[in-house]
């Protein structure tokens, strides 16, 4: 938390000495009622998708990582019966849009200890459901179950290319 700045103005400043452009984009308002996780993301995304196709771009790429792609496995275990999570690429579109994730095979706290070693920090989440969502339930279950088992993390992020599927139902 780089204290009460906006965060556009903090990215752009961090990236400054790296020659990297940045573009903050307001986004689209959601009503009221629609202000859930599911429908925030998927509004982001939508307008991703739209300023790509705008700036003749056919590439996104996320900041997610490992830690994000095993909250997100499980979230879809417990909350919504299946086993999925994100990938490191997906194509999209008819191959008009590729979304990529290149930390995908890095832990969160690896990314914090480099970004801090090159003089950057974490900018503060502005959700106002931050601290009470479903992924912050599944981040405190999976801290709980890393901390009883220190290889789990490794296990489990294996697992996702090891699947089984014919002990699957």
């Known amino acids: 938390d780089l204290g009460g700045e906006p965060p556009g103005r903090l990215i752009t400043a961090m990236l400054e ?24 993301a998927r509004n982001r995304r939508s307008q991703l998708f739209d300023l790509a ?18 909250e997100t496995l499980f979230l879809n275990m417990i909350y919504s019966g299946n086993i999925s999570t994100m990938v490191p690429k997906q194509v999209l579109f008819d191959g008009d849009v590729e979304i990529i994730r290149p930390l995908a095979y890095l832990d969160k706290n690896d990314i914090r200890e480099v970004a801090s070693l090159v003089g950057m ?49």
């Open 17 to 40: 000495p790296f020659g990297i452009d940045v573009a903050v984009i307001k986004a689209r308002p959601l009503r009221e009622e629609d202000r859930t996780c599911y429908l925030c």
């Open 53 to 70: 196709a705008e700036w003749g771009m056919g590439k996104i790429a996320l900041g997610h990582h490992k830690d994000d792609l095993l």
């Open 121 to 169: 920090d974490s900018v503060k989440n502005y959700c106002p459901l931050e601290k009470d969502t479903r992924r912050e339930t599944i981040r405190s279950l999976l801290t709980e179950v890393y901390r009883c088992e220190p290889g789990a993390k490794k296990s489990l992020f294996h697992a996702l290319k090891n699947v089984r599927h014919e002990y699957l139902l």
